[in-house]
């Protein structure tokens, strides 16, 4: 759809207006990212101070929905009012899966694909019974990133794909699969630092801090890295926040442009726990009390680094890690907020029953 980013902090009326014309360019044929772009030039960096909405005191309380007469106890535990993060064993890459708490889904990153047969994204979304993916996004042009999308794209119905618009020059792959999106018709928007993305209005708060939204193109592994999309889902005054590969000189210049309005709970580690990453300044700011790392089981990068894993340790978060415990579940409700490895043992067998 095309209501789906926001630029910054707006009043009402100017969110009103600027989605009334997104929603005009898009019905006119023009690409939704061409209406970004203009909104984008008009006020190419929105004020994110202010009244945040990130600010706990300005979180409306959300409440858990009651379950219905005939629901089960357990049943009342997987209403509406439950957010859950999935940090999936993709082998060495990424992958995140989040199942709102309005029935919306999104996918960040499908991790890498063999050369023949289904990616390991693939099982993950069988055995949850995915059936569609509302919101597709990929954090930047690297395969361990994106060539497991080309999948999902094959195989389920997709609402909308957010992207940067840094080409990979190195790589075939990515410009045929945002060909191939491009040709099956998905909206395609660029969100930029600053914007707000309406996946669950009213109730979860998605803010950007950093993107490659104007076209570019590099060949440098790093310089790609550092175009990652940052998003942070916040929900009942919990935060987790996605960081694709952002090396330590984008974090370094988020922690002095941001500093703690990039607190988060739950921090999905960046680029795989390399020692170029996760940099005392940048964990200072974050103060994750749980680190997400997706890697593969002795992979030749040698991810994650003890230097990375020092780093978080000394900020006293708790570290989770694919290559040794598989596909990771955060959730975020009413009955129970942080991991489930870390639930109450009979929260935890009920959320691994459904
Ligand atoms: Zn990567």
Redesign the pocket.
């Known amino acids: 759809m095309a209501d789906n980013i926001e630029r910054g902090n707006r009043s009402f009326l100017a969110i009103t207006i600027l989605t009334s014309l997104l929603f005009l360019q898009s019905a006119a044929g023009a690409f939704a990212a061409d209406a970004v772009e203009s909104l984008q030039n008009s006020d190419p960096f929105a004020s994110i101070t202010g009244a945040s909405p990130e600010t706990p005191d300005n979180i409306p309380a959300v409440p858990v929905p009651p379950a219905s007469p005939a629901a089960s106890a357990d049943d009342a535990q997987f209403s509406s009012g439950t957010l859950r993060a999935y940090f999936i064993d993709v082998g060495q ?2 992958s995140e899966y989040i199942e709102l708490p309005n029935g919306k889904n999104v996918l960040i990153d499908g991790g890498p694909a063999p050369a023949s047969g289904d990616p390991l994204v693939a099982q993950f979304l069988r055995q949850h019974n995915v059936t569609k993916i509302d919101y597709v996004l990929l954090t930047h042009p ?1 395969s ?2 994106y060539a497991g999308l080309d999948y999902v794209f094959s195989h389920f119905p997709v609402g909308s794909f957010y992207d940067t618009q840094a080409d990979n020059n190195g790589s075939t792959g990515i410009k045929n699969l945002r060909a191939k999106i491009s040709g099956m018709g998905v909206s395609t928007f660029y969100p930029a630092e600053g914007d707000t993305l309406n996946w669950a209005s009213g109730e979860v708060q998605v803010k950007v801090f950093n993107s490659c939204s104007a076209p570019s193109a590099s060949g440098s592994g790093g310089a790609l890295n550092n175009c990652s999309i940052v998003l942070r889902v916040s929900y009942q005054n919990t935060s987790i926040l996605y960081t694709g ?1 952002m090396q330590s000189g984008v974090e370094a210049q988020l922690a002095q442009k941001y500093g703690s309005q990039l607190q988060a709970d739950v921090l999905k580690v960046g ?2 726990g390399s020692s170029d990453s996760s940099s005392a300044v940048f964990l200072n700011a974050v103060k994750p009390k749980a680190a997400y790392i997706e890697a593969g089981l002795n992979n030749s990068y040698g991810h994650p680094t003890q230097a990375a894993l020092s780093r978080l340790q000394a900020e006293g978060a708790a570290i989770y890690r694919t290559d040794q415990s598989g596909t990771q579940e955060y959730i975020i409700s009413g009955a129970y907020t942080g991991p489930l490895s870390a639930a109450p043992a009979d929260i935890a067998y009920s959320w691994s029953q459904y």
């Open positions: 890459g990424d690297h361990d990133h590969d680029h795989h």
